[in-house]
T-cell receptor
Framework: DGGITQSPKYLFRKEGQNVTLSCEQN?????MYWYRQDPGQGLRLIYY???????QKGDIAEGYSVSREKKESFPLTVTSAQKNPTAFYLC?????????????FGEGSWLTVV | AQSVTQLDSHVSVSEGTPVLLRCNYS??????LFWYVQHPNKGLQLLLK??????LVKGINGFEAEFKKSETSFHLTKPSAHMSDAAEYFC???????????????FGKGTKLSVIP
């Protein structure tokens, strides 16, 4: 079945550590996104990419980094510079960013600082 | 600029009664509008979308929404709530904020639906 796979589902980070969340899609979508979800705040865009080897900052990119070396993959690194990383992270993809194109989501990853 | 306002952060209904989740939007250009549902610890699943065709849109699980341009609304309804409908619902608008360039998605803050047996 086609879809978006995020891993791991649960991840714990110690202070000062960088951690990487994986996101893989087999939908042949051009665009991929990372969102952060905090209770009562809806979804906030971290980074997005419309094409391989290119990506743009979203609304809350500070403390995060991404890469897009392959069309199928868009990993997110949460760096030690992100002071409050505990949240639910959602990866998504769509064909291209145009009106009416549905954005599809993975199952999400929980990151907790310990 | 575009924005989405979900008018209720929490809605509670009895099983078998109608559901109404309200969404107002602001967009300078012709938007597409979506409703997504999220069950606990899960990703978002598309319920339905409006893309300038019929203004009454039918989705999965008996949900539907009506696009009303004059009221800038896109409310989600269901005639009879089921226990499995308990979840969080997000209204999303997609448009080109300046009429050109990339389309941008804006999410509402969500409405949590509780269904009482």
């Amino acid at each position: 079945d086609g879809g978006i796979t995020q891993s791991p589902k649960y991840l714990f980070r110690k202070e000062g550590q960088n951690v990487t969340l994986s996101c893989e899609q087999n939908l042949n979508h051009d665009a991929m996104y990372w969102y952060r979800q905090d209770p009562g705040q809806g979804l906030r865009l971290i980074y997005y990419s419309q094409i391989v080897n290119d990506f743009q900052k979203g609304d809350i990119a500070e403390g995060y980094s991404v890469s897009r070396e392959k069309k199928e993959s868009f990993p997110l690194t949460v760096t030690s510079a992100q002071k409050n990383p505990t949240a639910f992270y959602l990866c998504a993809s769509s064909r291209i960013t145009q009106a009416g194109n549905t954005i599809y989501f993975g199952e999400g990853s929980w990151l907790t600082v310990v | 600029a575009q924005s989405v306002t979900q008018l209720d952060s929490h809605v509670s209904v009895s099983e078998g009664t109608p559901v109404l989740l309200r969404c107002n939007y602001s967009s300078s250009y012709s938007p597409s509008l979506f409703w997504y549902v999220q069950h606990p610890n899960k990703g978002l699943q598309l319920l339905l979308k409006y893309t300038s065709a019929a203004t009454l849109v039918k989705g999965i699980n008996g949900f539907e929404a009506e696009f009303k341009k004059s009221e800038t609304s896109f409310h989600l309804t269901k005639p009879s709530a089921h226990m499995s409908d308990a979840a969080e619902y997000f209204c999303v608008v997609s448009s080109r904020p300046s009429g050109a360039g990339s389309y941008q998605l804006t999410f509402g803050k969500g409405t949590k639906l509780s269904v009482i047996p």
